[in-house]
């Protein structure tokens, strides 16, 4: 999964 | 951004709004935890150390600064208001964080995604974040008649991560190779210890009586 989706959540 | 997760921000935005109008509205925070609060923004300030060196979004941005400012508000309230400090109940609030801080720190130096600084804090954060309403249950428990607004900041708190739950079955279904162990173990046990209050409270509210949990 890329970087983005693992720290998109808050 | 799916709307399970959207709900999830904005609840969890509104629980400490609710919780920031109580404090300035009644000047009191009777039966508010200031260790759970502290928790907070330690989870808070380990968790978005991102905001130095990427960015993701206004949105992201904008919820992380307003978390972290947020919760550093209310502990002000309850620390140094010179109104708001007399009601803290010091005497009731006695949780010993450090059993739950240090266990956290343990696990999230063994079992991590990457054996960074970064990473390492993150895991810290996300495993705290799972028990850090404990001291404020447990005072809950200790003050029989929980004022209402207190008992609706808790509520939307595990609302928030009940909506959480949701957007994760939603990112699995719909986004392959989504992986978020981590994320979704430490959140399930999160949102499993609000189960005992989400019992009471809707108790509560269906008899329209003052919610009290049993100690």
């Known amino acids: ?10 | 951004m799916n709307i399970f997760r959207f709900a999830g921000d904005m609840t969890h935005l509104l629980s400490i709004i609710v919780l920031l109008l109580k404090i300035n509205a009644t000047k009191s925070c009777a039966g508010v935890s200031l260790k759970t609060q502290e928790l907070y923004l330690l989870v808070f300030v380990t968790r978005y150390l991102d905001l130095l060196y990427s960015y993701i979004s206004l949105y992201n941005t904008f919820m992380k600064l307003f978390f972290i400012c947020s919760s550093g508000c209310v502990i002000w309230y309850i620390r140094e208001h010179k109104t708001v400090s007399q009601t803290y109940d010091s005497a009731q609030d006695t949780f010993r964080v450090l059993f739950l801080a240090c266990p956290c720190m343990i696990l999230a130096l063994t079992v991590n995604h990457d054996f960074t600084v970064t990473e390492v804090l993150w895991t810290f954060s996300i495993y705290l974040e799972a028990v850090a309403i404990l001291p404020q249950l447990v005072l809950l428990q200790r003050t029989k008649n929980v004022d209402t607004l207190t008992g609706n900041y808790v509520f939307l708190l595990g609302g928030y991560r009940a909506l959480y739950l949701l957007n994760w079955i939603y990112r699995i279904l719909t986004e392959p190779g989504y992986r978020q162990w981590i994320v979704w173990i430490s959140g399930t046990i999160q949102t499993a210890i609000y189960c005992d209050f989400f019992y009471y409270y809707i108790k509560s509210w269906r008899n329209n009586e003052r919610l009290s949990l049993p100690s």
């Not at chain 1, 999964?1 to 808050?10: G, M, T, Y």
């Open chain 1, 1 to 10: 999964s890329s970087i983005f989706s693992r720290k998109d959540e808050l």
